[in-house]
């Protein structure tokens, strides 16, 4: 790496994928010296002179007692101090600079410097507040941050934990990560509207890139009940905030649209904040929608949010509900379009069969009026036109006039072959009623007697003398009197 500076020792530990720390310093007997009183010069320990008389002054001894009750500090309790004092002192405090030296460590921390014209200092973020960073930063870039300023206690480097970042042109990260992106995909030509597909007007087959827990798929489904209950609906789960969630999204993007399982795709989310929704702000899910085979409609958040998604889609829905009105047919409007498609249909026919027979009766007018001032040999080959005109004109208008008549005489068979069933159902049920009537019995030669009031007088009880009665006949009635009764025996049946 040469001697640039190492930006993994910026934290309070090594990073697990940067250079161990350096050992502390290994002190000898040799480099070693004893802190003196005020005055006087250390003692030096370890001299190569031989050992020997060592002449003292009166007054060592008391100068050494006070050196042992004085407090030595190690490096470490100065740096845990210094630290302490750093953090208890300064509040959290917004500092102003531009970036340096950036760099995303496999761990997720990142490291930075904060530099002014005469002056820079270490900046750390740890990877929690990393991770909602809509972009890594460039050098040169002017920023805001906000953090605490400490000590990093086993180098004793001072430092900035940085906790908030924020575009010092008041942009904000957020817009200007968003504002790159966008830029970036409309140079490739990822936004123009000419790349915009048409849905489909009746698919069959629709595909969901959402969250399987989220309210956006119940919206979603609901909608589809209502207006397409014969749809069917493929779902491709995936998270739809938080780190990683963009890679989700662009594969269940690249895995249903590729299935060749579903002929339009609903790519959403319900409503949140600009972070919650950076999801769709994110390159992997844009290229992905852009490089779908099928059409795709974004609808994301509300009305009001705009993401890069939206943009690359080849329809924007302003709501989950509204992605998939936009996606399923109206079964009610389907029905009017069925209704009235006959009605169309021969309407049509006859407007095209009347427009080419008025053109052909224009044509041949017109050739009458030309003919009578023509040579004899160009009316021959105006003739000759006419009739290859009269030809064509029958060729075309011939067999469309045969399969409207093969049609209409398919329509009347079947509507006769309807009334035949139908009358013959209608015959052989009066039958079987005929069959049930009491005046069938009649006809077989059987009459039945009745009182003046009409009651049927069945047994010879209901005759007493002289009483008179009439009898019912097929085609009338008899009065008859009673003149005398006789029993016979009953058969039982």
């Not at 309070?12 to 005020?38: H, I, K, L």
């Not at 050494?64 to 210094?82: F, L, M, P």
Request: contains cysteine; aromatic residues 4%.
């Amino acid at each position: 790496m040469g001697k640039d500076l190492n930006l993994d020792l910026f934290g309070p530990g090594p990073d697990p994928e940067g250079a161990e720390e350096s050992p502390p310093p290994v002190s000898s007997d040799e480099d070693s010296t004893s802190v003196g009183s005020p005055g006087h010069p250390p003692e030096v320990r370890g001299s190569a002179n031989p050992p020997g008389p060592v002449t003292q002054d009166p007054g060592s001894e008391a100068e050494e007692k006070g050196a042992e009750e004085r407090e030595v500090w190690t490096v470490s309790q100065v740096n845990s101090a210094v630290r302490a004092l750093l953090e208890e002192s300064l509040p959290t405090l917004w500092i102003a600079g531009e970036v340096a030296n950036w760099k995303r460590a496999g761990s997720g921390h990142c490291y930075f410097t904060l530099k002014d014209e005469s002056a820079q200092l270490r900046c750390v973020m740890w990877r929690g507040d990393a991770a909602r960073l809509p972009m890594d930063l460039e050098a040169g870039m002017k920023i805001r941050v906000l953090g605490q300023l400490t000590l990093y206690e086993s180098r004793g480097e001072f430092q900035l934990v940085a906790k908030l970042l924020e575009d010092e042109g008041g942009e904000g990260l957020w817009r200007l990560a968003f504002e790159r992106l966008r830029a970036r995909l409309d140079e490739e030509g990822l936004l123009a509207p000419e790349r915009k597909r048409p849905l489909p007007r009746f698919p069959q087959t629709v595909g969901i890139v959402t969250s399987p827990t989220g309210a956006a798929l119940h919206d979603i489904l609901t909608v589809l009940r209502r207006r397409a209950p014969w749809l069917r609906v493929l779902v491709a789960g995936a998270r739809v905030q938080g780190e990683g969630a963009s890679q989700e999204i662009a594969d269940a993007v690249q895995r249903l649209g590729g299935s060749g399982r579903v002929e339009v795709l609903i790519v959403g989310r319900g409503g949140g904040s600009i972070e919650d929704l950076w999801a769709f702000n994110e390159e992997p899910v844009s290229r992905a929608i852009a490089a779908c085979p099928v059409p795709v409609v974004s609808a994301v958040g509300h009305e009001v949010d705009v993401t890069i998604s939206d943009l690359v889609a080849d329809v924007r829905a302003p709501t989950p509900s509204a992605a998939a009105e936009a996606v399923a047919p109206d079964k009610d409007e389907i029905l009017r379009y069925l209704k009235n498609a006959g009605e169309r249909l021969g309407g049509g026919l006859r407007k095209r069969v009347e427009a080419r027979r008025l053109a052909l009766s224009r044509g041949e007018a017109g050739i009458h009026r030309v003919g009578g001032r023509l040579t004899a040999s160009r009316r021959a080959k105006l003739l000759v036109l006419q009739e290859s005109l009269t030809r064509n004109g029958r060729g075309l208008l011939e067999p469309r006039w045969r399969r409207f008549s093969r049609s209409r005489d398919d329509l009347v068979r079947a509507v006769e072959a309807l009334l035949r069933s139908r009358r013959e159902t209608l015959v052989r049920i009066a039958g079987q009623i005929d069959a049930l009537s009491p005046l069938a019995t009649l006809r077989r030669g059987y009459a039945v007697p009745l009182d003046p009031d009409g009651k049927v007088l069945r047994g010879t009880g209901d005759f007493p003398g002289g009483m008179r009665f009439h009898l019912r006949v097929v085609d009338g009635r008899v009065r008859c009197e009673a003149l005398d009764t006789t029993n016979d025996e009953v058969i039982s049946e």
